[in-house]
C-alpha cells in the first residue's frame, strides 16, 4: 500500500510512459478506427517503442491491452474488428502499463469529430469530477473526502456517479488496497499517508447511475442507454500533497492540493 521512495521512483517510470501512449493517441484519427486497431497500435506501441508490457494483457483471462468504452459503455469495453469508432462518439480508453515490476493505470474519455454539446459537458464535468478528487489528496485527509467531493461536482452538474466501480491500491499489483470510492462522507474511510499510491477514476453518467453487464461476461453498460464518460489517474501522497504520476503534456497541475 504504502512506496518506498525507491519503488514510487520506478511507479513514476511507469506512470511517464503510460502518459506517453495517451500523447501518442492524442495525434491519431480515431474516426474511422475499429476498437481492435486501437488496441493493436496501442500494444505496439508499449511493447516496441516502449519496451514495456501492456498489464492488463493476460489479467483475469483478459486477451487485450486496453478497454474501449464508447458512448453507453461505462467500462469495459472489450476491443472488436467490428465496433467502429465514428464520428460524434465519445471513447473511454483505459490502459495500465508495466515497467521494472510497477503498474501505472489511467485513462481518458476521446471526443470524436463534431460531438453534441451534451455531450461534450458531460465529458468535461467527469474530468473535472476526477480532478475535484485528487485535489483532495494529502497526508491526514482521508478517502471519503475524495469520493464526497467526486460526487458532489457531478450532482451539482446534474450526472450521477456510478457506484459499481472504483479506483484502487496499485503497484506491483494492478489492483491492491484500498478501494478508493467515487461517493462518500468527508472525515470517513481510511486515513491518507505519505507514500501511499491509488487511482482515482470516477465514472459519470447522464442518467441513472446503475449499470448492467452484457452478456460478454465484460462489458458494463448504463441501464438507461444514456452516455457515460470517464477519466482516471494514478496518484501518489506526497509530504505535503499529491503527485499525479500519470500526468500528461495536455493537462496542468494548477489544480493540485
Not at 465484460?218 to 501522497?237: C, I, R, Y
Request: negative net charge; contains cysteine.
Amino acid at each position: 500500500m504504502v512506496k518506498t521512495p525507491d519503488e514510487l521512483a520506478l511507479m513514476r517510470i511507469s506512470g511517464r510512459l503510460l502518459a506517453s501512449v495517451f500523447e501518442m493517441l492524442d495525434g491519431q484519427q480515431l474516426d474511422g478506427m475499429s476498437t481492435m486497431q486501437v488496441n493493436d497500435l496501442v500494444d505496439r506501441f508499449i511493447t516496441t517503442d516502449l519496451a514495456a508490457r501492456p498489464a492488463s494483457k493476460g489479467q483475469y483471462d483478459f486477451e487485450y491491452v486496453l478497454n474501449c468504452s464508447i458512448n453507453h459503455v461505462v467500462c469495459h469495453g472489450i476491443p472488436d474488428d467490428q465496433a467502429i469508432i465514428r464520428d460524434g462518439d465519445i471513447i473511454n480508453l483505459d490502459i495500465t502499463l508495466e515497467k521494472n515490476g510497477f503498474i501505472a493505470d489511467s485513462s481518458k474519455t476521446y471526443l470524436v469529430g463534431t460531438v453534441s454539446p451534451a455531450a461534450r459537458r458531460l465529458v468535461r464535468v467527469a474530468q473535472e469530477a476526477m480532478w475535484k478528487g485528487i485535489e483532495q489528496v494529502r497526508p491526514g485527509a482521508y478517502l471519503g473526502d475524495i469520493g464526497f467531493a467526486i460526487e458532489r461536482h457531478a450532482k451539482r452538474n446534474g450526472y450521477s456517479v456510478v457506484r459499481d466501480y472504483c479506483g484502487h491500491g496499485i503497484g506491483r499489483e494492478m489492483h491492491e488496497e484500498p478501494s478508493v470510492l467515487n461517493f462518500g462522507r468527508p472525515g470517513t474511510g481510511m486515513k491518507l499517508r505519505e507514500g501511499m499510491v491509488f487511482t482515482i477514476e470516477p465514472m459519470i453518467n447522464q442518467g441513472s447511475r446503475k449499470v448492467s453487464t452484457q452478456s460478454d461476461g465484460w462489458t458494463v453498460v448504463t441501464d438507461d442507454g444514456k452516455l457515460s464518460a470517464q477519466f482516471e489517474h494514478t496518484v501518489a501522497v506526497t509530504g505535503t500533497g499529491v503527485e499525479v504520476l500519470t500526468l500528461r503534456r495536455d493537462e496542468t497541475q494548477q489544480r493540485r492540493a
